[in-house]
Antibody
């Protein structure tokens, strides 16, 4: 069955960096676009970034553009989110999510990981 | 940017009730709308895509409708497992979620 397992969250000071990982299994990872979605404590969902199945295109929310970088290693079935210049307002649960369509990017998400919590605090 | 507004923010209902949640887009998104269910401490669960297409395995008591700027999610007979927060998401242009509607026990 499809499994997405995030890791790498933790407590970090403002201005520092953190890299999240999402290990995928149970499907052909290289055939699916992947997204990061976050949720601040007690708040709603916010889409963060997407990467095409082959890594050829990447898009970001304005709130993270220039600070976050999405990437993937299809040989390791792993998705990444490099987060630089972190701000207090980046505090959230970060979910990786699979795009619903194989070999395309449709922008809705059929499987989600369990999330990893990032806390930015001095 | 396309803004999504859900109403109500909270809905109190009883088991067996028919429940309707509304989602409005700030501009037309055709039918490029999805719905998700989220329970406390859990990841969202995908329910509906293209405004009215039910994901495989989702109970038929869930249904979606609408196009353009106004959409609804309906639960025909609320079950104990349905008490949760529901989010709409537009995917016409990038991706934006509504603020959520919490369905609580009356």
């Amino acid at each position: 069955q499809v499994q997405l397992v995030e890791s790498g969250g933790g407590v970090v000071q403002p201005g520092r960096s953190l890299r999240l990982s999402c290990a995928a299994s149970g499907f052909t990872f290289r055939s699916y676009g992947m997204h990061w979605v976050r949720q601040a404590p007690g708040k709603g969902l916010e889409w963060v970034a997407v990467i095409w199945y082959d890594g050829s295109n990447k898009y970001y929310a304005d709130s993270v553009k220039g600070r976050f970088t999405i990437s993937r290693d299809n040989s390791k079935n792993t998705l990444y989110l490099q987060m630089n210049s972190l701000r207090v307002e980046d505090t959230a649960e970060y979910y990786c999510a699979r795009d619903s369509r194989e070999m395309a990017t449709i922008w809705y998400f059929d499987f989600w990981g369990q999330g990893t919590l990032v806390t930015v605090s001095s | 940017d396309i803004q999504m507004t859900q109403s109500p923010s909270t809905l109190s209902a009883s088991v067996g009730d028919r429940v309707t949640i509304t989602c409005r887009a700030s501009q037309s998104i055709s039918r490029w709308l999805a719905w998700y269910q989220q329970k406390p401490g859990k990841a969202p669960k995908f329910l509906i895509y293209k405004a009215s297409s039910l994901e495989s395995g989702v109970p038929s008591r869930f249904s979606g409708s609408g196009s353009g700027t106004e959409f609804t999610l309906t639960i025909s007979s609320l079950q104990p497992d349905d008490f949760a927060t529901y989010y709409c998401q537009q995917y016409n242009s990038y991706s934006t979620f509504g603020q959520g509607t919490k369905v609580e026990i009356k």
